[in-house]
């Protein structure tokens, strides 16, 4: 009999128990579900922090005092457009001080060299000290009607429009008197407006600036700077921004956001006085801080004659302001125009 062949078999490799399959499938669909929430996720996020949409910024035409000429100002409006849409900048809702409450606090007011006793205007002698109290980064029309509550008399310094405050110029010239918060290049200040003059800038670059703030605010005859170390504390750009300001019979405040300001210097080259800052009310932006800054502003102003306080627009400020009117009542609080 012949012998059969056995084959032998081939050893098969066992397939995936079904736990090993439901657990892969558990763990694929946990992958997706969390990769897909990410994406939503990151979505709604981008969408969040997009830039808020603004209204393109409109310049109405501007007529003048005596209304016999009209000045058109579409080249300024286009020059506008183009600095504000540059590389899309988000800007913050209301303007930064260069001096945060977490920093040094800025350098003192001027002294009395500085001052240079020469007046501009002769006002009638008073018994009382004066004080003018200049309130900055004035923006919106929320601004203007808390400052007016307040009920006291305050200088408005209202900065030139942007695409959050498109309006600030419209508004300023609704005023009967206002000052230009003029934007000025800082040493470190990583929120400039976007129109800030720069040592960069050239003469005649510096004068077609002044041209087009005349143009917003037609009535301007007081500049103080927003910001603004770097470009004070420089002497050429100061020549020639205080010659300009000058020919155009606007007077310049130094806001003295630096010890190492060239404006008293350049004043006295001129044969102007030089009007400076003696105190920043809100650096520290709490009520009790406020206040302890104004009392300081009177005490100075006792001991000088005059002096000139800055503000801002916040509740702190203009709450501290109102509940100090008994105190107040010790100087003669006056405009920028009047001191």
């Not at 002294?111 to 004066?130: A, F, R």
């Not at 000025?184 to 004068?207: G, Y």
């Not at 203009?318 to 001191?339: G, T, W, Y």
């Amino acid at each position: 009999m012949s012998k059969r062949k056995t084959t032998t078999k081939k050893s098969v490799k066992k397939a995936p128990s079904s736990k090993i399959v439901g657990f892969i499938k558990y763990t694929l669909v946990i992958l997706i579900a969390s990769i897909s929430a990410i994406s939503v996720g990151y979505f709604i996020g981008a969408t969040a922090i997009e830039e808020p949409k603004c209204e393109p910024i409109k310049i109405p035409k501007i007529t003048t005092k005596d209304k016999k000429e009209v000045i058109s100002t579409p080249a300024l409006t286009k020059k506008l457009k183009n600095i504000l849409n540059r590389d899309r900048e988000k800007f913050p809702v209301s303007a930064v001080h260069e001096y945060a409450a977490n920093i040094p606090l800025p350098p003192k007011g001027p002294t009395l060299e500085e001052k240079n006793k020469n007046e501009v205007i002769k006002e009638p002698k008073s018994d009382k000290p004066k004080l003018a109290i200049i309130i900055d980064d004035v923006s919106f029309s929320w601004d203007v009607k808390a400052i007016k509550k307040v009920g006291i008399p305050l200088t408005m310094s209202f900065l030139p429009p942007n695409k959050i405050h498109p309006d600030s110029a419209k508004l300023a010239r609704a005023e009967k008197f206002y000052m230009v918060h003029l934007p000025m290049e800082a040493m470190k200040f990583n929120t400039p407006e976007p129109l800030t003059l720069k040592v960069s800038n050239t003469r005649s670059e510096i004068k077609e600036h002044i041209t087009d703030i005349k143009k917003l605010f037609p009535e301007v005859r007081f500049i103080n700077n927003h910001t603004g170390s770097r470009f004070t504390s420089d002497e050429s750009s100061m020549k020639s921004l205080i010659s300009i300001l000058r020919n155009e019979n606007i007077n310049f405040i130094d806001s003295r956001t630096t010890a190492k300001t060239k404006a008293p210097m350049i004043m006295k080259q001129f044969n102007l006085p030089y009007v400076g800052r003696d105190v920043f009310l809100d650096h520290y932006p709490d009520i009790k801080s406020i206040k302890k800054e104004i009392k300081r502003a009177i005490k100075i102003a006792k001991k000088h004659g005059s002096a000139i306080a800055i503000g801002h627009p916040h509740k702190n400020t203009l709450e501290a302001l109102s509940e100090s009117k008994e105190i107040l009542k010790e100087v003669q609080l006056v405009r920028i125009d009047q001191l």
